[in-house]
């Protein structure tokens, strides 16, 4: 897999990057943009990002580095 990342803008909270991840992860965090709780799933974990604003997708892993 190439190296991806996602930037998850939060309400009210630090910036998250998510790096190595696919583009359908992506998708289903966009589609909850704007709810009370991001809902997905993580290496077999299920995690609540809280209410993301909006989320950027890149075709590189090394922002932020």
């Given at each position: 897999?190439?190296?991806?990342?996602?930037?998850?803008?939060?309400?009210?909270?630090?910036?998250?990057?998510?790096?190595?991840?696919?583009?359908?992860?992506?998708?289903?965090?966009?589609?909850?943009?704007?709810?009370?709780?991001?809902?997905?799933?993580?290496?077999?974990?299920?995690?609540?990002?809280?209410?993301?604003?909006?989320?950027?997708?890149?075709d590189?892993?090394?922002?932020?580095?």
């Open positions: 897999m190439a190296a991806t990342a996602a930037i998850l803008y939060l309400q009210d909270q630090p910036t998250i990057i998510l790096r190595n991840i696919d583009r359908k992860l992506v998708e289903t965090i966009e589609s909850q943009c704007g709810r009370e709780s991001c809902l997905c799933t993580i290496e077999g974990q299920e995690v609540d990002y809280g209410k993301v604003s909006h989320v950027i997708w890149m590189r892993a090394d922002i932020g580095d």
